[in-house]
């Protein structure tokens, strides 16, 4: 028995040990490629919410957008002397879990947290935990604005107009004439409000929107979905000059779509959600223009929020706008910089 | 008393019930020619169809696929079922984004990460099912969960571009008109053809998924073939991970997830029965056409696309449930 298990394990150790060397688990994408070490919370004790305890109940870990949120939401609250705690919506099997966010939510009202703040990843599946925060008296703020919420305050995301600007930009670099399409993604609230904008910028900006986003979706959320779908689209509509896609990852399928299909100089791409990934696509001409909606400065909006409230203001299903990010294409992508450069990310701990 | 066999002693080795008898020949006939008949039928209406170019994409988009399921088709033909092997294409993925990150040279990052999968494949999965005696399920689940959860470590969550021009060039290149994907899986259809079909081994593989008690009388290395054929399945999957990672320039945290039931439905409707000892690489192929064809009638004629996977199930439920109707008169 020992014998024939040693080589498995010898196995999984050396899988491990690989994947160790090569990471930055605990660390942060520079621009280069690479990863740099976090830096150490640094909380301001004499700030105006000193020794207060923020819960942050978070989508997903390993997230670029997601962890911008988090890094601008921890930074500013740290400035104001506030520590933050971040959790994730995971079951114990460590998959996304929608009712896993309710969960979350308890726990930090079991621990007395002064305030929370959440990212929905459904409305309906988190309004119990939304509902139980209110019954306790703890303040809790949402990303976006979803599926009347009663909470606090909440940070709506301008998806539509973030849309709209991926759209007419592209119209632009297609020449504002002939066919466009737009990928969609998983039917969420800001997706599609951002597929409408999308919609809607393209044909500001004169061109012909040809092909029906709502089946036209990257379901899986990965790189190869949207390269299949992608495949179909420009199979359809030969005539193609701009596609608009929902994601980074919908953008490297869809370039690879692209160059399969032999009209990766003929159809432009542009993605409203750009991560550092679209940016080197740019500089390499594969991917037109890349939406970077700065998420830094999303979770510093949603501080100043938090800090009103818990400094005694009265704020009841509070709306706060995010400020609009900007387009990168190749004539300004060489100001682009990561958001590791913009600020420096910090070891946010998952407990108080 | 242990059983040791060489390769030379396997003439008492039992026929295997079906491998490519007459009537599996009929069978996948009549199977191609549904294929053809749908593909002809659709012709008129859906005219993307009747694009060389675009059927060439459509051919080098799943040959990953096509190459993946052949190596699963060795895994259930001799009883069992790889859950991992879209977790490996992914997986893959992650090691080459490692090793090209190390400046190791293109051939050497390509031989590395095969040898990475093949190893998983036999000293894991193989090992553990055939000497460990734990279930293949079992086995295979615990790797289709850790495999992506070390390929996000690795990637650190996001997708990373990977410069490679080997396999930039195996993924996106051709020879006299033809995509190098497809070049690649026939190439590699010829080989495990040759492999099941015209080997000691291969009769093993059926003679084992026949009757595994039967082939151990017979002097077959049961746990040896068991443990190849989760190599092989391993292997193949190592493959589509290059070819997808070439494809896409990029190695993706979630890449090849649901693949393996994409190419375990084509393994079922070529034929392959999970009750082991029965199935064909040729069948296979057909299966895997056959889904093909499908998809692309029903995205290209503008069907709702959230009803596309309901109907891949439930045609793989008639495939199978005529199949076992037949077999059972």
Partial sequence: MKRFLTAPLLAGVTALALAACGTGSTGSADAAGGTKPLAEASVDADGALAGKKILYVDGVPGNALLDGLAQGLAAELNKQGATMARVFQLNAQNQIDLAAGNQR???????????????????????????????????????????????????????????????????EVAGGQGEASV????????????????????????????????????????????????????????????????????????????????????????????EDTNIAQIEDGTLALSYDFNGLDYGKAMAGLVQRALSGEELDNEVVEAPLGQVYTKDNVGDYKPWTERQTYIKIPSGF | MTITQSTTETSSVPEPVVASGPSTLKQQGLFFAIVVAMFLVALPFLPQLRSGPYLMVQLATYSAVLIM?????????????????????????????????????????????????????VLVHGLLIAKGKMNFFIVTLASFTILPSLLRVILDGSSKPVHSPALDSLANGSVLGIRTPVIIAAVVFGLMWVLLNRTVFGRNVYAVGSNREAARLAGVNVDRVTMICYGICALCAGIAGLL???????????????????????????????????????????????????????????????????VQGVVLLIAVGIDRARRDA
């Fill in chain 1, 105 to 171: 939510i308890n726990e930090g009202i079991a621990q007395g947290v002064d305030a929370i703040v959440t990212f929905p990843l459904d409305a309906n599946a988190i309004r119990p935990g939304v509902e139980a925060a209110n019954a306790a008296g703890i303040p809790i703020f949402t990303f976006q604005d979803l599926g009347g919420l009663d909470v606090t305050g909440k940070l709506k995301f301008p998806d539509e107009q973030r849309g709209a600007d991926t759209g007419e930009a592209l119209a």
């Fill in chain 1, 183 to 274: 990928l969609s993604g998983i039917p969420t609230d800001n997706i599609e409000a951002a597929v409408r904008g999308a919609v809607k910028g393209l044909e500001a900006g004169g061109m012909k929107v040809v092909g029906d986003p709502d089946n036209q979706r990257n379901l899986k959320d990965d790189a190869p979905e949207a390269q299949r779908v992608a495949q179909t689209i420009f199979q359809k509509f030969p005539n193609l000059r701009a596609l608009v896609v929902y994601n980074s990852a919908s953008a490297t399928g869809a370039i690879a779509a692209a160059r399969q299909a032999g009209v990766a100089d003929k159809v432009v791409i542009g993605t409203m959600a750009g």
């Fill in chain 2, 69 to 121: 399921a052949l190596g699963q088709t060795f895994v259930v033909v001799q009883v069992g079922f790889d859950l991992s092997t879209g977790a490996m294409q992914g997986f893959v993925g992650g090691l080459v984004f490692l090793f090209v990150g190390w400046h190791l040279a293109d051939g050497l990052v390509i031989v590395l990460s095969l040898a990475a999968a093949l190893g998983i494949g």
């Fill in chain 2, 244 to 310: 997808l990672l070439g494809a896409l320039g990029a190695a993706d945290p979630s890449a090849g997830l649901g693949n393996e039931f994409f190419a375990l439905t084509a393994v079922l409707l070529g034929g392959t029965r999970f009750s082991g000892g029965q199935g064909t690489l040729l069948g296979t192929l057909l299966g895997l056409l056959f889904l093909i064809v499908l998809s692309n009638i029903l995205l290209l004629s503008g069907m709702p696309q959230f009803w596309i996977g309901a």
